[in-house]
């Protein structure tokens, strides 16, 4: 149980184009998901917080007009990277928490390795 | 300083145990985590340890916690070379969670 996917596992795309990342959970609903970025040998950065039907709350630093983050049911987020850039390129992942109380382990995507040329 | 602090490389042959160390700011943790990054995957929850307890085991895993030291540890006996991964200590801080820089396990056949 507690399965999270990623779709794309990877994508390539032009500079200036929009690229949109969907992050689902399987087999349990997310009232939350978190969006990360890893760069190579780094540790996971948090970009935003989405809860299912409301605005995404952004990390400092990040900017909420270039990575649009869509919560839109209860097992599915996406992140759109727009007008994406070379210094885009990078791994995100996403995560959904089960529950709200307990443990609130996390449960992880696979990734999405993007890169922008 | 950083919330959670690991150190970044650990060497092991194959067979022996591996121990990983992570110390933590936040007292107030709840729960202390650690998860598996295999190369070019997401993180995979490892274990979790309750505030509350000394040491938790799980088949080869055992975590250690030193709540006064606020040091956290994961021992791995019979080290495999599929152990091979970072592995990222993690607590949480409100409704998010905090993770270590990382430590990059690497197992010699």
């Known amino acids: 149980g507690a399965v999270v996917s990623q779709h794309p596992s990877w994508v390539i795309c032009k500079s200036g184009t929009s690229v949109k990342i969907e992050c689902r959970s399987l087999d349990f609903q997310a009232t939350t998901m978190f969006w990360y970025r890893q760069f190579p040998k780094q540790s996971l950065m948090l970009m935003a917080t989405?809860?299912?039907?409301?605005?995404?709350?952004?990390e400092q630093g990040v900017e909420k007009d270039k990575f649009l983050i869509n919560h839109a049911s209860l097992t599915l987020s996406t992140l759109t990277v727009t007008s994406a850039h070379p210094e885009d390129s990078s791994f995100y992942i996403c995560?959904?928490?089960?529950?709200?109380?307990?443990?609130?382990?996390?449960?992880f995507g696979p990734g999405t390795r993007l890169t922008v040329t | 300083g950083e919330d959670v602090e690991q150190s970044l490389f650990l060497s092991v042959r194959e067979g022996d145990s591996s121990v990983i160390n992570c110390t933590y700011t936040?007292?107030?943790?709840?729960?202390l985590y650690w998860y598996k990054q295999e190369p070019g995957a997401g993180l995979q929850l490892l274990t979790y340890?309750?505030?509350?307890?000394d040491m938790k085991q799980d088949q080869r895993l055992t975590v250690l916690l030193n709540k006064k030291d606020k040091h956290l540890s994961l021992r791995i006996a019979d080290t495999q070379t599929g152990d091979s991964a970072i592995y990222f200590c993690a607590a949480p801080r409100g409704f998010k969670t905090i993770f270590g820089a990382g430590t990059r396990l690497f197992v010699k056949a």
């Open positions: 995560s959904a928490r089960v529950g709200a109380g307990g443990a609130n382990e996390q449960y």
């Open positions: 989405s809860n299912e039907g409301s605005k995404a709350t952004y």
């Open positions: 936040d007292s107030s943790s709840t729960y």
């Open positions: 340890i309750f505030s509350n307890m």
